[in-house]
Each structure stands twice: as C-alpha cells, then as structure tokens.
C-alpha cells in the first residue's frame, strides 16, 4: 500500500519528481529534455486550455497557426530577440534521409541539405509578424487579437518535467495594435486574465507585476508578470505578457496608414503560457502523500468505490453508487465509479489519494445497512460520515469549499513567507533561513540586481502593481528607491 | 463587389487555391511548404476537432502527448516504415546558433552538433512504441486508448493548402491491444467513427474500404480508409486506420504476459485525421461565389445584416435583429450581427457568401415597416420574405435542411461520378471524359494496379467494405477477381 514517495521535508525536488512519475502525469522520454505527457497529466492540461481559451475568446481573441519552422534570417531581424534565443535553438538543416552507400544504417542525405536553416520556434514573434505585414495596411486592419495552441523548443541543458523541458505546449498570443496605449491595455488586461485563471481555478495566488530590465522578454520595452510561490519558498514565473513596443513592426516593416492619413509602425504585444503551469499545480497544493487538485481542474472530481466480499454487497452498494451518480453528474460534477474487481479498495484508496481526487466516497456494506456514505477530502486527509440523502448536497458544496481552502491554504503559506527586510545582512539571512519573497529596497541599477543575483541567487522577480509605494534606500548601495520589490530565489 | 473568383470550369485548382485565401482560411507562410491557417480557417478546424475528439472519448479515448523529435535510431527500427518517410522527413543536426566570426551575421554553431539527428516527427508510431514498452507488462495494462492531437511535418516537394503541406496539424490515434481481433475491430471502428463524423458534419459522403497492399501505410497490415469524390472527379483519401499487426510491438520489443502467463507481443492499430480534411470540405460544397459551410461546422451559421440609411433606420433594424440574436442564440444556434458601418450592406453581402456563411438575414426599412425579413440561403442562393414572428422556426429548421441538402447533392454528384466498367477501354474512356470513381474487377496483382497506375493515372482508392461481392474477370488482365475496386485519380 505505501507510495513509496520521498516526503518534501526529505529532498523537495526529489518529492516533486517522483509525484510527477508516480501520479501518472509525465515521464522521461528517450529523447533529451523531452517529455510524455501522460494521459492524466494530460487530461488536467485540457482543463486548464479549455478555460484559458474560453477567457481568451471572451476577451476577442481568435486563435489561428502559423508555421513550427522560422527561416534564421527572419529570426536575426530584432536584434535583442535572436541574442535572447540564439543559444538554445533546435535547426533543421536537411530534409531527407538515406541508406548509408556503406550499408551501415540510415543518415542524412548530405544531397539534400537546406540552402537556409529553419530554425524550431522557441517563440512566434519574428514568423508572425512577418505575417502580419501582410494583414495590415490601415487602422481599418487593427487590432489584431490572435493567439495560438502550439509545441515550442529551447535547447535547456537542464531540464525538469514540466518545469524545464526542451519541448514544450503552451499558448501565445500576438496581437497589433494602432497605438501605443492599446498595446499597453492589452498586454495589462492579459496579465489580469492569467492572474484570474491561475487563483480561480488553480487556486494557487499570485502577484502581479513587471519586470526589471535585465528580467525582460528578448525584444520587450514592458514585461507584466504573475509570480507564485512554491511550498519549497521558490517562486514560479507563472505567465507573461509583454508590450514590445514597435520592435517588431520595425524588425519586420509592418505599417499602417493611421485614421489621419499617416503611416506608422503597429504595436505590439505577446503573451504566453505554458505547461510549466502544471508545475506549479503540483508544487502548489499536493503533500507528502501526493497530488491535491482543486475541483476545478480536476479530471475526476470525486470517485467512488464500492467496498464488498460477496456479489450482493456489490450489487447493493452499486445501486447506492449508481443513483448517486446521477445526481451529481446532473449538477455538473465529475464522477468516476471504480468498481474494478482486479485490485482491492486499500489500493484504490491510495491510488486516488495519490492522483488528488478531491473527494472519495466508500460504500460499504455497513453504509448500505444504514443509509450512509463515507466521504473523504483529499485536502484535509478528513473522513465523514453522513446519510445518503445529504450526500450530493454536501459534496456540491465540497468542490466550492476545497477550491477555497486550497487557495486560502496557499495565500496563508505565501503571506507567511513573505518578508520585508531593511538590510541586507537582513535579506540574506531570511533567504538562507526562511525563503520565500523577500520585498527590499533597490536602487533600480542592474549592477545593483546582478551582484545580489550573484551573491545569494536570488532574483528581482517583480516589481509589485500594487499600491505599496513608499520610497527608501536601497539595501545593498543606500541610494533612493522609490519602492520595494520582491525578491526570491526562483524555478 | 465582384469577388473576382476564377470559375470551377475554368481551372478548378486555380478557384481552390483562390477560395482558400480569398475566404480568409489560409495562406502560404515565408516558410517553403509550411501554411498559415488564419482565424476564420482554424476556427473551422476548431469546430471539427471538437466533434472529433468528442467522438473519441465516446469511444473509451485518452489524449496524450509524445515527443516532436524522434531520435534516428528509433525510426530505422522498423524497416518498411523508415523506407516510407526517409524520403522526407526534415532533420534537427544542432541545437545552438551564434555569431559569425567574420560578422557576417547568425549562423549555425558547428560545435553545437548533435550526437544522434533528430527527425521531426512525421507520424509517431516509433517515439509512442518506445514508450509503450515502459506501459505494457501484463494484460491488465491492456488495451492502451491513446490519441494526441499534434502538428507533423513531412517534407513534400509539391505543396496546395490543406491538401498537402509540410507541416500539418492532425490527431493520431495509437492504440495497443491483448489480441489481434481486439486491434482489428479498433482499426475498423475508428474507420467507422471517421465516416460518421464526416457524412453527419461536413456533410460529405465517403466509401468505406481497404486499401490495396501498395497503397497501405508504411508498417500497416491491413490499411482501413474513408474515400470522398471532389467535384472535379477525384478523390481524396480522407481518413486512414492501420491495423499494424505486431509489427511495431516487435520493433520495440513491447511484450506483455497474457491471462494464461505467456509472453506476446502486443498488437498495435494507429489512425488519422490532419487538416487535409479542411481541403475536402471546401472542395465539396463549395461553388464559383465561395465557400460553402454545412451548418454544423459554420463559425457563424446565421449572419444579420441591417440596411439602413438613417440612425432611426439603423435602431429599428437592430431591435429586430437583437430580439431574434436572443432567440436564436436560445436555440443554440450560432449569430453574427453585422451592424458596422465601414462597410454598405452589398459588400457585406459579398463577403458572406465568399465566406460559406450557411443563412444570411436583412433586415431593411421596408421590413421593420411590413414585420418581415429576407432570408436567404448560401446552399441555394435563394432568398425569401418571411414574417419576422416565423424567422426563429424557419431558421433552426434551415440549420438541419441545409446540412442534409449539402450531403444529399454531394451525395448525387458521387453517384452520378461513379461508374461500373468492364473492359480497360471503357475504363480509359469514362477516365478520361468523365472521371469520377471507376468499379471494376482486378486481379489483386500489384502488377497489374501499377501498369492502370503508370498508363492511367488512376489509382485504387479502396477494396470497398460492401456487400457488392460479384466475382469477374480483371479489365486488364482477364484474371480472375473477387470483386470489384473503386479506381480513381486522386488529391
């Protein structure tokens, strides 16, 4: 029955890689640094596009595709963009294959080599706006809301299922806008959907804030961000949005006659989400006995499974279950009925405990006898038992109350382990002792942010949106900040 | 307002390739083979993804998500299979870029070059088969229902949009089973699950059938497919399922032990649908005004657009038009209103019809003074005033008349195109003067089938899965043969 599953005071990152394993979401594939997704895994994946999407749509975008292969000349274009990728990038440089003259195998066919190298999108700017020179001449064309579903690559020399892999899923979104205010509004409003998709139905809280310079996307004049802290005291760049300015309508000449008559260059912004959200999830809420997910993502919402020696007590527990069932799928929540005869209910009990099915409902022959049913939380590890009667009720109100309390336990975890400090002897003793985000004063210098980078490991991860903005000095150098930012060690 | 669309008998690849950008559906890309699907296309492909992957959870199906890279060696592992991709498959050879030395720009770091190339996938029964064997011990981890949506790339020397593309996007199914019988009725099932959602959503008709040993996949057994007739008299392969036999479970030496504790290898089916399917739809139904859409793949099954000169014009209008907006919208059926005004009703007009938009509504003063609208049809361009009280009926009865008016006259236009032959002459002759699908009797020789192939152009499209049984003697040969084939030039 043991899981056999390294506790997260043991070795946290061990914890984390085999809960990955163990709960059936990834593994390792043979090829480097990529991942399969399991179907599990997967199946948490399709929750969290389909209501990503839907807060997509619901704000006027529309998706679209554009091709997985970028010519190196158009990536060379925006200059800060090909220096921010440049290092990890997958090239396809032949497209045929052969027997070897020397009867050793298959291998490359030298003959077909390509005369320009396509390189493997780690991102869309550069293909997408080539596009769009196409799609825009006046402000009648603008804006442009596109976003697209799509596998990308980096070349990551160490990876981490989905935290870090070579190949990833993600979604972004490239829009084009008349002006610079636009531009602006919409790289803000995506920022707000993320933080909106990622407490609601992640339960998992985030700050929201921008970038310093040095922390920026490759080709970025502003990058909003949404930073969540794990149980570990590590924060996770959870999303991105970024107004690129005119970077790349200059880098790839797209102009538009504006409402006066004159032509300008299109604004724009990008914004993205990837698997590495599944990281976060997991990290997020699951324990030492596995994963806990929030019911609204949560493939299975609640299981049932039928405690019986004889054919009658299976009959008469699946008539309890069966009726049950109906209910609850009638209100619109998830239901799985685990009847198998080939493994014993220990064994499912665990298996669901490790795969964070919310609530698990047990029919035994007792129960039947008395009208009851036993309901555990996965959240709380919490057994109850109540009349049938009041079971879909009670459960209803469960997905709302487990939802809530995951994110309540997580804003708990992160305000305790959110610190202000003054100093920096201060700064550094919380990070070795506590973790977590540490908000400090900083002069705003990159020199100032790499030496306490190379110092301590630690990161600007945002400068906060918030409305806490009294000014100061500077941990590290004295000199005047206007504000404190969150610092953290960070995925 | 003239769309400037060459006719369908003037040069029907020319109005295809037109339609599919003029309609806003896709575009060829700066990438050499590779399309943009733009957000009308893909919002299409949306739709059918959706009914697709509805399907196959209905069918007992999990999506997952395997590696875009599959190592060389994997792919030469099983023999036919390498010799019917090798020819084009597109390889990743290194995995860094950097700046020239002479500063001539980016280019390809040579000591970036990896060990073992990368192929892009081009189907991923190797990578999946890999991994199989870390699933599959005992029978109790059989059968696997997996299917991933994913993009695949195969390096084609002539490209059309949708029809053929290097890269394009497709779901793969992959399953693994106990038994040879189990695999087979998979494969023959999702030959069933395709037809289905091909006739009842894009409303085009399909023979069910098998493929001949020639024209099987790479790797298969027995190649199941769905054959559809365009209207220039060719066909167009629109799905395929493989029963793979153990070919692929013995390339990977993925073994499991059977109820009664022997070892056997597993038994394998794959299939597929890609964004080909787009090319089919269009091709089907559409005529020389553009696109038309069956009502259950429509983005927009019903567009309103309001006439008016004056803003009092404009307000009646739009009181009509919002209450019917709630009403259809109650029916669940999908409304556009297109009250712009950058754009006179004609042109709007225009782009409806040039956009397959199923109903299209005005609604003009004289309609707001006599309680009417116009209603017309894009399947048969004819409109009608009906009473404005009559329009909820009318329409939702339009979605279900249109969507089987479309199969029907595709349905007709097949069987008009289909013709029995029985010598090699007359063969040539209907080839030649009326194309179309050609039945006639075959040898069952690859001889034979190759020399109609080389002198005819016409290939197999599929020994047909009816009850047409008639044995005869080959047209070419005078052999004898079980049954009729359907012969065809194909996309």
């Known amino acids: ?23 059936d979401m990834a593994e390792n594939s043979g090829v480097r640094g990529c991942m399969v997704i399991k179907p599990y895994g997967f199946a948490i994946w399709e929750r969290m596009q389909a ?75 550069t293909i997408i706006w080539d596009t769009y020179r196409k799609w825009v001449q006046s402000y009648r064309d603008l804006p442009i809301l596109v976003n697209q579903w799509a596998n990308v690559v980096r070349w990551e020399m160490r990876t981490r299922l989905f935290l870090r892999t070579t190949e990833f899923l993600w979604q972004e979104g490239h829009t084009a806008h008349a002006t610079r205010e636009e531009a602006i509004a919409e790289a803000e409003q995506m920022m707000h959907v993320y933080a909106d998709f990622v407490e609601n139905y992640m339960a998992v809280p985030v700050i929201k804030g921008v970038k310093t310079e040095s922390e920026r996307f490759a080709g970025a004049l502003e990058t909003y961000c949404i930073e969540a802290l794990m149980q570990d005291g590590k924060a996770l760049q959870a999303g991105t949005s970024h107004f690129l300015g ?24 990008s914004w993205g989400v990837s698997t590495r959200l599944m990281g976060a999830l997991i990290m997020t809420h699951s324990d030492d006995n596995g994963l806990v997910l929030p019911p609204n993502l949560a493939p299975d919402q609640v299981v049932i499974v039928p405690i019986y020696k004889s054919e009658e ?11 049950l069932i109906t209910d609850l799928r009638a209100k619109g929540i998830r239901v799985k009925f685990d009847d198998r005869d080939t493994h014993k209910p220990g064994w499912k009990f665990n298996e669901y405990e490790l795969k964070g099915v919310p609530v698990r409902i047990a029919i035994g022959p007792k129960d039947v006898a008395n009208g009851t049913v036993e309901i555990a939380r996965r959240d709380t590890l919490s057994k109850e038992l109540i009349k049938k009667e009041e079971a879909v009720e009670k459960i209803a109100g469960l997905m709302d109350e487990i939802q809530k309390n995951l994110y309540s336990k997580a804003f708990g975890f992160r305000k305790e382990h959110t610190t202000a400090v003054s100093t920096y002897d201060e700064f550094k003793e919380v990070l070795e002792t506590k973790g977590g985000f540490i908000a400090a004063h900083w002069d705003g210098t990159t020199e100032t942010e790499d030496r306490v980078k190379n110092e301590t490991k630690a990161t600007i991860r945002c400068i906060p949106l918030d409305d806490d903005n009294e000014p100061g000095k ?12 969150l610092f953290a060690k960070a995925y």
């Open 51 to 125: 209501e990503l999407d839907r807060m997509f749509k619901e704000t006027g975008h529309q998706n679209a595709y554009f091709p997985l292969f970028i010519p190196k000349s158009y990536f060379s274009k925006e200059a800060s963009h090909v220096d921010g990728f440049a290092k990890e990038c997958a090239v396809v440089t032949h497209y045929r294959l052969k027997n070897a003259e020397d009867g050793s195998g298959i291998v490359v066919d030298p003959e077909a080599k390509l005369e320009e190298e396509l390189i493997v999108r780690p991102t869309s700017e």
């Open 1 to 23: 029955m043991a899981k056999n599953l390294t506790t997260r005071s043991e070795d946290y990152s061990k914890w984390y890689n085999e809960l990955v394993i163990k709960a």
């Open 246 to 269: 005119q970077n790349f309508a200059k880098a790839f000449d797209v102009k538009f006659t504006t409402k006066e008559g004159k032509q300008d260059y299109v604004w724009a912004t």
């Open 474 to 485: 500077c941990m590290v150098t004295g000199k005047s900040s206007a504000r404190k930012v």
């Open 313 to 323: 007590e299976l009959a008469a527990a699946s008539e309890v279950a069966r009726s």
